[in-house]
């Protein structure tokens, strides 16, 4: 048996029947790299379970996946995953997998920024485009087509939820400032002004005690009042359409 368990956004948002899955598994895995987990959930896992929790890279999930999940076949293996784990495709790459072996497999799911922070910032979720996700840069790197993304949904009247990049590695997730700054670049390098200095939304921790929402123009987060609330934060960004008076109620609660 294959679990795949979905973490959620802050410790304990784990299910019940997520923990005795975890209980229950004879090998226990845990990935990190497609968002950092607060600092302490791995401890709390391990408390709580009973269970020796081994970390697993992107590499060990997505290159050898076939070995990752052969246990599955006669045992019970866990994969626990940050947020919700079917939204990123890397997790259905697994499942099908250990169904190629003959494995069984189920999915226990919790939370994610795709419900917590669309439904905290007051935004209809069914007035949402595709969402899209700003990447680091690197000499050799630098893609623009987040730009396209947002452009096509405002031109449709319709929100964009930015995801920024995660380096793994390094352990860090993009700033705020940095996605700024790299959209900017991506209006450059496409020679049109997108979202200029219009109001949008930061999400930052978003489902833990220190969640901050706040409504501002881009110009402003230069203000170093903002940068230290939001320094070192696990955040995301909502570049919204036009909204309806319902929304705009709810979001000005969030206004800068």
């Not at 696990?234 to 000005?252: G, Q, S, Y």
Request: hydrophobic residues 40%.
């Amino acid at each position: 048996m294959l679990s795949i368990i979905g973490l959620g956004l802050d410790i304990g948002d784990i299910s019940y029947k997520g923990i005795q899955a975890i209980r229950d598994a004879n090998i226990v895995l845990m990935e990190s790299y497609t968002l950092p987990l607060p600092s302490g959930y791995l401890d709390f896992l391990e408390k709580e379970s009973g269970k020796e929790i081994t970390a697993i890279d992107r590499k060990g999930l997505e290159d050898n996946v076939a070995i990752t999940v052969e246990p599955a076949k006669d045992s019970n293996l866990a994969i626990l995953v940050p947020g919700d784990p079917l939204i990123a495709t890397t997790h259905h790459i697994i499942i099908e997998a250990a169904r190629k072996l003959g494995a069984e497999t189920q999915t226990i799911h919790s939370s994610s920024i795709f419900t917590a922070g669309i439904g905290e910032s007051g935004l209809d979720i069914y007035r949402f485009g595709p969402t899209t996700t700003v990447p680091f840069w690197s000499s050799k790197y630098k893609p623009v087509s987040f730009i396209d993304v947002i452009k096509r949904n405002l031109e449709n009247n319709q929100h964009t939820l930015v995801l920024l990049d995660v380096d793994a590695s390094a352990g860090m997730t993009m700033s705020y400032a940095d996605a700024i700054l790299l959209i900017k670049k991506a209006e450059e390098k496409r020679g049109a002004t997108v979202i200029g200095n219009r109001k949008i939304i930061i999400l930052c921790e978003i489902g833990t005690e220190s969640q901050n929402i706040i409504y501002t123009e881009t110009e402003n987060l230069k203000l170093q009042r903002l940068e230290k609330r939001l320094a070192s934060k696990r955040t995301a960004l909502i570049i919204p359409a036009d909204m309806n008076f319902a929304e705009k109620a709810l979001v000005m609660n969030f206004e800068l």
